[in-house]
């Protein structure tokens, strides 16, 4: 049995008041959340431990956004696994387009912060999907399969998530048509040696589409944008029908 995760992926947004504030109008919805739906935020750096005092009892777990493979040194601007192991955070986003995209982040730095995010007992969240231009040239398959073979070299399989992310699905509005979503999801698990990773879809998730996406029989959760944001949208997707 594959488990359903359902994570919200805050970006740079939010201070720490509006996080305290996002939480008091979205807590009181999860008493409608089936208990086996795992339920993430992951918010910038600076709100994890407000957060997580204010979650204490709650069900909800934290993610960070990035993590880097070291338990610490002279790495200025990044953050290791303890310090984030400390204060209670679980998960955490790895290889998000945007970090590969802005940030220089390829395969080889994915897979080290795979790898140092489990050594220090984070479950990572590894992103993956194509541009627009790759889809449009075929090339979506043949991409994906690259990012797994590369990012997955030594990674454990049984503390492990997988998001599929179509790079022109974010924050676009333009969702990838469900039915493909799930084919490429299909297409990820009959890559990997552990069938039963959860393995997600990301790219303009919202309250209209949540109901259709999660009906795919593949589809095992989403990571969620912009739609994250305010407590009735995130609300409305965690408590999918
Ligand atoms: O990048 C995403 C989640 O990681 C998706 O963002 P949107 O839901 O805003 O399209």
Redesign the pocket.
Known sequence: MRKIVI?G?W?MYKTQAESEEFLQGFLPHLQETPEEREILLCPPFTDLSALSRNLHGSRIQLGAQNVHWAEFGAYTGEISGPMLTEIGVRYV?VG???RRQYFGETDATVNLRLKGAQKFGLTPIL?VGETKQQRDAGETESLIISQLDKGLINVDQENLVI?Y?PIW?????DTCETKEANRVIGLIRSQLKNPNVPIQY?????PSNIDEIMAQPEIDGV??????LEPESFARIVNYH
């Open positions: 994570a992926n970006k986003i998000h387009s945007e992103c998001a992310e699905a974010i924050g676009t509005g990301g790219g303009s998730v919202k990571l969620v944008g912009g739609a994250s």
